[in-house]
C-alpha cells in the first residue's frame, strides 16, 4: 500500500479537531479514512500510480485552499491544463470520494443514535417518545385530543421531479457499502472475518469504480415509476404499518376512553404517473401502468406475508383448540391436503392466500407470486381481508398464542390496513390553463358556450355551476377532439377505471397548478362528472371520489388564496361537494415558484400569511381544511428540516393533517434504509402532533403587531430580489451564461422536461433546474437573497429594532426556521468559487454589474444573520453540519473548477464527448457532495 494512497483516505484538514463532539466523531473519520484508502487502491490498479498521484496532489492542494495558504487560480490554472482523460479521472475519483464519504456519514448517524438509546437519555427532539413527554407534560384530556385528532393524516407524497442524479445501479452498490459497515459495527464478541470483510468492500468498490455514473438515455415515466416502488420493500412495508401501531397503541393507553386514530394516521402517496403538468409522457398509458404497479407491490407483499405466516402457523389442533370461526375458515379454504388435516390454521391461511390471489387476477390480470391451484372468491375489499385475519388473530389468542399474533400476524394486518390493494394514492395533476382549454372546446362541441375563453369570471362561474346540475356529459365517447382534449379526457377515463378497479383510495385528489378563481376549481369539477368521477345527482347531493385542491404558487396567487376558497365554498354545489366528502377541503401550497416569483423571505412570509387566512376561512365555515405542503430538497424550494419546519407553521393550520412532498434525491435520502425511513417519518408525526395539540408559536397578543412587521420586511426582500431577478436588463442572459442551466438539459436525470414552455423568461423555467443551477455554481441565491437588504434597511441602525428581531428570533419558531434554514444555505455558498463560474459571462460589463450586486447582498445578509441570530459564525447552530462541510467541501473543490473550464470548452465549440461527459459527471459530483442540490 503506498502512501499516496493512505494520504487520499485522510479528509481532516490540517489543523485537527476542533468540535467538542470531535471524540465521538472518530468513528466517522477512521470509516472515511478506510472508504478513501479502498478507493485509492482501486484507482492505483485500475487507472495507474500516475492518475492516483495526480489525485493525491489535486487533494493536498485542496486542502492548502481551505487553510488559504494559497489562492486559487494556481490549481484552477492546473486542472486547466489537464487532458481529457486526466480530467475525467479526477472527476469520478472525487465524486466517488463525496459518495463514499455521504455512506459513511449516514452511518455515523445511526451509529450515535442507537448509543443515545442504549445510554438511557432522554428521547431525541423529533422522535414519536419525546412528542408523546411533551403531550404528557400538557396534561391533555382525551375529548381535546379526539377532537384535534379526527381524521388524523400524514402524507409523505413522492414526486420524480429531476433532481436525483445517481443511477439504481450506483444505489445499490452504495446499499452494498453501508450494509458491510453496519455489519461490522453490529459484529458481536467474536468480531468478523476482517480478511473477507475487506476483501468484499474492496470488490464492493471496485465495481463502482467501474460501474458508469452517468445514464446512457434520459429516465422514462416508467422507469421512475419503478424507482419510487423499490422504497416500499427498502423500508416503507416495515417502517409506516409499525409507526401507525405505536402511535395508536401509545394515544390509546394514555387516553383509554377516547375515540383515536380509527384510520392510520401515517399513509403513503405518490405523484409519479400523476402529475401531468408540463410532462407530455404522463397519458392514460402511464396513469393505469402506475397504479396497477403499486397494486402489483402491495399485493405481492401480502401473498409473500401469507406464504411465510402459513410456515409459522403450525400448531396442531391435537393440541390446542381453535376457534369455530376459525375452522370455518379452513374449511372454506378448498385445501383437503391429508397432510394438513390436523393445521387448521395452514388450511385457513392457504384459503386467505387463493382468496388474495383471486383478487390479483381480477385486479391485474395475474398473480404476483404462487399461482394458486384452487379459484375462490376474490376479495372485493382490503376490509375483508383485514376481517379474515382478525378471525386468526383472535383463534390464536384463545388458546394462549398471542404472542405468535403479535408477530407477523400483526404486522400484515398493519400493512393491509395502510397499503390496502392500491399501495398509495396516486393525485392528479395539471395546470388551470390546460383545464379552461379543453372544458372551453368541449362546451363549444356541445353547443353550450362558443367560446368560453370570452367570459367573464362571473359568467363562467354561472355556466359550470349550471353544467354541474346535470348529468348528461358534454361530448359523446369517440368524439373527434384536438389532440389536447382527448389526451386529457383518456387519462381522466383512465383515472376512473383505476377508481373502479382498486376503490377511492387509488386516485384521492386532482391538484389545480395556478390555480387563481373559483371557475378554475369548477373547470376540474366538470372534467371530473364528465368521465363519471363526479355524480350530481347522486343520493344524499353531489358526490365525488375525487378531492379537488387548488394550488396556489405565486406570491400574488397565495395573497389571494383565502379569498379564492371563500369564493368557492360560498357556491352552494360546491358546498355541498366538500359536505359530503366529510367536509375535508384540501389546498396545496407551492414553495418553489412562489420563491421564484419574489424571493426567499417573501416567499415564505407570503406562505404564512396565506395559511393563516386559509385558516380563517375554513373555520367560519366549519370545515377540516388540509394543507398539501409542495417543499422540494433544498432550502430555496422550501426544503430543510421537516420537524422545525411543521412546527413553524401558524396556529391553526396543521389541525390533525398535513401532505407534503418528497422529492429528489430527498428520497433516497429519507427512505434507502429503515432506519432512516423511521427518523423521518417519526419526525413529521411528531411534529404535526406537536403542532396541533400544543401552542407552539408564542406570540400571543403580540401576533398582529409582529406579523405586521414581517409583511413590512417581506416587501422590502422582495424589493431587493425582483430588482435584481425581473428588473436587472441583462439578467437571464448572466444567468444562462454562469451557471449550468443549458447543460442540465443533456443530464439524464428525470422524465420532464426543464421549462414548462419554450421561452427565455426566468417565468418560463421550472424551479427546479432554476435552483439546481444555482447550487452548482455554489451561489443558491434562491435560498437567500433580498433578505439582507430586508433587514439591514429595517434596522438601520437602530439597537432597539434588532434587539426586536433577536426577541423573535429566540420565541417564534417561524421566524427562527427561516434564518436558521438561511444559515445552511449561506454555509454551503462560496462566492469566490462563484466568480470562477461569473468569469463564463462574454460581456464584461454584465459580468461585473450582475456580480457585484450579488456579492454585495451576500455580505449583507451574513452580517445581518449573525447580528440577529447572535452568533459568531455561520451554523452555530448545527454542529454536524459544520463538521460536515469541514469534511467533505475540500473535495469539491476540483470538481468546480473542472465543471467551469469544461463549460468554457463547451461553449467555444469544442464538441468532444469528452467534455460533455465530464461536464455532466462534474454536476453529478457537485449535487451528490451538496446532498440537497434541487
Not at 309 to 333: G, I, K, N, Q
Not at 704 to 715: G, H, K
Not at 862 to 877: F, I, K, N, P, S
Amino acid at each position: 500500500m503506498s502512501e499516496a494512497t493512505v494520504d487520499v483516505a485522510d479528509l481532516r484538514p490540517s489543523g485537527g479537531p476542533t468540535d467538542p463532539d470531535d471524540r465521538t466523531d472518530e468513528p466517522l473519520r477512521a470509516d472515511i479514512r478506510l472508504l478513501g484508502r479502498v478507493l485509492g487502491e482501486v484507482i492505483g490498479e485500475q487507472a495507474g500510480t500516475d492518475v492516483l498521484e495526480l489525485v493525491e496532489a489535486t487533494r493536498v492542494e485542496a486542502f492548502r485552499i481551505r487553510r488559504s495558504e494559497v489562492g486559487r487560480s494556481e490549481l484552477a490554472d492546473r486542472l486547466a491544463q489537464l487532458d481529457l482523460r486526466e480530467a475525467n479521472h479526477v472527476v469520478r475519483a472525487f465524486s466517488h470520494f463525496s459518495l463514499l464519504a455521504n455512506i459513511a456519514e449516514d452511518v455515523h448517524h445511526e451509529r450515535r443514535r442507537r448509543h443515545h438509546r442504549r445510554e438511557g437519555s432522554p428521547p431525541q427532539k423529533g422522535s414519536l417518545a419525546a412528542s408523546l413527554d411533551l403531550l404528557d407534560e400538557a396534561g391533555l384530556d382525551g375529548d381535546t385530543v379526539a377532537r384535534e385528532l379526527a381524521g388524523a393524516l400524514v402524507v409523505p407524497v413522492v414526486t420524480a421531479h429531476p433532481t436525483e442524479v445517481r443511477r439504481r445501479t450506483i444505489s445499490q452498490v452504495q446499499q452494498q457499502v453501508t450494509d458491510l459497515i453496519r455489519q461490522r459495527d453490529d459484529a458481536g464478541p467474536y468480531g468478523i472475518d476482517e480478511r473477507a470483510w475487506a476483501a468484499h468492500l474492496s470488490r464492493e468498490v471496485l465495481t463502482l469504480w467501474q460501474t458508469a455514473l452517468l445514464r446512457l438515455s434520459r429516465l422514462r415515466l416508467a422507469d421512475e415509476i419503478d424507482e419510487a416502488l423499490r422504497y416500499y420493500d427498502l423500508s416503507l412495508f416495515e417502517v409506516v404499518p409499525a409507526i401507525n401501531t405505536e402511535l395508536r397503541q401509545a394515544l390509546r393507553e394514555r387516553w383509554p376512553d377516547a375515540d383515536l386514530l380509527a384510520t392510520p394516521m401515517l399513509q403513503p402517496g405518490s405523484w409519479i404517473g400523476g402529475d401531468r403538468d408540463g410532462n407530455p409522457f404522463v397519458t392514460a398509458d402511464a396513469v393505469r401502468r402506475a397504479t396497477t404497479r403499486q397494486a402489483e407491490t402491495a399485493l405481492r407483499h401480502h401473498l409473500a406475508e401469507l406464504i411465510c405466516l402459513a410456515d409459522e402457523l403450525s400448531m396442531s389442533d391435537r393440541l390446542v383448540t381453535p376457534t369455530d370461526a376459525l375452522y370455518a375458515l379452513a374449511e372454506a379454504s378448498g385445501d383437503d391436503s391429508p397432510f394438513r388435516g390436523d393445521e387448521p390454521y395452514r388450511r385457513a391461511l392457504r384459503g386467505v392466500y387463493r382468496r388474495l390471489a383471486a383478487t390479483a387476477r381480477r385486479v391485474l390480470g395475474a398473480v404476483p407470486g404462487e399461482e394458486s391451484d384452487v379459484d375462490l372468491l376474490p376479495y372485493a375489499l382490503p376490509e375483508e381481508l383485514i376481517a379474515d385475519l382478525a378471525t386468526v388473530d383472535a383463534s390464536l389468542r384463545s388458546h394462549g398464542a398471542g404472542a405468535l399474533a403479535d408477530d407477523r400476524l400483526a404486522r400484515l394486518r398493519d400493512a393491509v390496513e395502510v397499503f390496502g390493494f392500491h399501495l398509495c394514492g396516486l393525485d392528479m395533476r395539471q395546470n388551470s390553463a390546460v383545464h379552461e382549454e379543453v372544458l372551453g372546446e368541449l362546451l363549444a362541441w356541445a353547443g353550450v358556450c362558443e367560446d368560453y375563453a370570452a367570459l367573464d369570471e362571473a359568467a363562467r362561474v354561472e355556466l359550470l355551476t349550471g353544467e354541474l346540475r346535470l348529468r348528461r356529459p358534454l361530448v359523446r365517447p369517440g368524439a373527434e377532439l384536438s389532440e389536447l382534449a382527448r389526451g386529457e379526457l383518456d387519462l381522466l377515463v383512465a383515472a376512473a377505471e383505476q377508481v373502479a378497479l382498486l376503490g377511492p383510495r387509488a386516485i384521492p385528489n386532482y391538484v389545480i397548478s395556478m390555480c387563481e378563481s373559483v371557475s378554475d376549481v369548477l373547470e376540474v369539477a366538470v372534467l371530473l362528472k364528465e368521465v363519471g368521477l363526479l355524480d350530481p345527482g347522486a343520493e344524499g347531493g353531489p358526490r365525488c371520489s375525487v378531492g379537488i385542491s387548488p394550488l396556489f404558487e405565486t406570491i400574488g396567487d397565495l395573497q389571494a388564496a383565502g379569498t379564492i376558497l371563500a369564493a368557492m365554498l360560498d357556491q352552494p354545489l360546491y358546498r355541498a361537494l366538500v359536505a359530503n366528502r366529510g367536509d375535508d377541503q384540501e389546498v396545496m401550497l407551492g414553495y418553489s415558484d412562489s420563491n421564484k416569483d419574489g424571493g426567499y423571505l417573501a416567499a415564505n412570509w407570503a406562505l404564512y400569511r396565506a395559511e393563516l387566512a386559509l385558516v380563517e376561512v375554513a373555520r367560519a365555515n366549519g370545515i377540516r381544511l388540509r394543507l398539501f405542503h409542495g417543499r422540494g430538497g433544498t432550502v430555496g424550494r422550501g426544503g430543510g428540516p421537516s420537524y422545525e419546519a411543521i412546527r413553524a407553521q401558524p396556529p391553526g393550520s396543521v389541525a390533525g393533517a398535513l401532505r407534503i412532498t418528497e422529492q429528489g434525491e430527498v428520497i433516497a435520502a429519507k427512505y434507502a434504509s429503515p432506519d432512516l425511513a423511521r427518523r423521518n417519518l417519526e419526525a413529521l408525526v411528531a411534529a404535526t402532533l406537536e403542532s396541533t395539540l400544543l401552542d407552539i408559536e408564542g406570540l400571543g397578543a403580540d401576533a398582529e403587531e409582529v406579523y405586521a412587521l414581517l409583511d413590512d420586511l417581506a416587501a422590502r426582500a422582495q424589493g431587493a430580489y425582483r430588482a435584481l431577478v425581473h428588473e436587472t436588463p441583462g439578467f437571464v442572459e448572466w444567468f444562462r451564461a454562469a451557471t449550468p442551466i443549458r447543460e442540465l438539459a443533456e443530464l439524464n436525470i428525470g422524465s420532464r422536461p426543464p421549462s414548462r414552455k419554450a421561452g427565455d423568461k426566468i417565468a418560463d423555467l421550472r424551479a427546479i433546474p432554476w435552483v439546481f443551477s444555482w447550487s452548482q455554481a455554489r451561489i443558491m441565491l434562491p435560498g437567500w437573497y433580498g433578505t439582507g437588504t430586508a433587514l439591514e434597511s429595517w434596522v438601520d441602525g437602530s439597537p432597539e429594532r434588532l434587539a426586536q428581531l433577536r426577541d423573535l428570533h429566540r420565541r417564534w419558531p417561524f421566524f427562527r426556521t427561516v434564518l436558521s434554514n438561511m444559515g445552511m444555505v449561506l454555509a454551503k455558498t462560496d462566492l469566490e468559487l462563484a466568480a470562477r463560474y461569473a468569469e463564463l459571462v462574454p460581456d464584461p460589463e454584465l459580468r461585473d454589474r450582475v456580480f457585484s450586486q450579488i456579492t454585495a447582498e451576500h455580505e449583507r445578509t451574513v452580517r445581518m444573520l449573525l447580528a440577529v441570530t447572535g452568533d459568531e459564525q455561520l451554523l452555530a447552530d448545527n454542529p454536524s453540519l459544520a463538521r460536515s462541510i469541514r469534511n467533505r467541501f475540500p473535495y469539491l473543490e476540483p470538481l468546480h473548477h473542472l465543471q467551469v473550464e469544461m463549460l468554457r470548452r463547451r461553449r467555444e465549440g469544442d464538441d468532444d464527448e469528452l467534455v460533455r461527459r465530464c461536464i455532466q459527471l462534474s454536476v453529478n459530483g457537485v449535487a451528490t457532495a451538496l446532498r440537497n442540490s434541487g
